[in-house]
């Protein structure tokens, strides 16, 4: 062994990367972290703003409920699942929130330390009808959306859960970021299966509530009701229940034309996010390479 192996210089790339991904000791988070305010609460977690004692930085806490949390991944019992934190702490990109650190509390609550950022959710920006907020700025919120979910299909994986709840904006709307893999399955044979029914209700694809063979498919179905809803305010279809039924119509009612809504919007990005929302998987645009390919050709000119 050479002296700069005996330094950890010679270490090969894929070692340092394994490292990552180590969840660390058990940590007492209440003598860790100073949890500020609680941000959100989702179906298996709460998201805290937080400081961190150790390093003074004001961080994202994720604290995972842990008989939920046990739960889903008995789904995938001998399946080699990767767990959250595993998954979370390889996204690199300048649209995915940066994870930081992950592992378990001294009481075995899965817990993940992230980047954060001081702006709204996208769902926020929508329940608000921000349309000035928004105005010229949507196709460029799209398109940041796409190319976070295009990087999490090319790592190989189905995120499930995509949804405005799950993009968080800086304070100007300049840069969106993807967040949440607490739903995420590699997207391999054993992981598309039918069964699995994550996700959530009004955004999830019919192959899902109907127990279907699922694959990436699925993330572009839901961001089509994503960029739908941030283009109109509302839905494709009508809501009058929030649970999985809601999903029932996704493929027994032909989704509203956003033109009815929006006659003003660029037929191109207009037939795009219908598209997305069709009901059989083949009808739908294939691939988020090809979503964002089709998406550069949209004229900034034309951006709602």
Known sequence: MGLLDKLGFGKKKEDAEASRVKPRRKVDLDARFERLRTAV???????????DRETNQIVGLKLCDVEKFKFFESRFKGMNKPPEGEIAVSMDHPNIIKTLEWGYSVHDE???VMEFIDGPGLNTLIQREERERLQGRCVNII???AIALQYVHRKGYIHRDVCPRNFICTQDLTTVKLIDFGLTVPATEPFMRPGNRTGTPLYMAPEIVRRRQTDQR???FALGVSCYQLLTFTFPWPVSETSGIAALSHDTSH???ILEYRPDLNRTLA???MQCVQADPAARIQTMD???QML???KSETEP
């Open 290 to 292: 090809q979503f964002v």
């Open 110 to 112: 899965p817990y993940l």
């Open 218 to 220: 699925l993330d572009i």
């Open 271 to 273: 037939r795009m996010v």
């Open 255 to 257: 989704p509203r034309d």
């Open 143 to 145: 398109r940041q959306m």
């Open 296 to 298: 550069d050709k949209v």
């Open 41 to 51: 609460s989702g179906t298996m977690s709460k998201f805290y703003v937080a400081r």
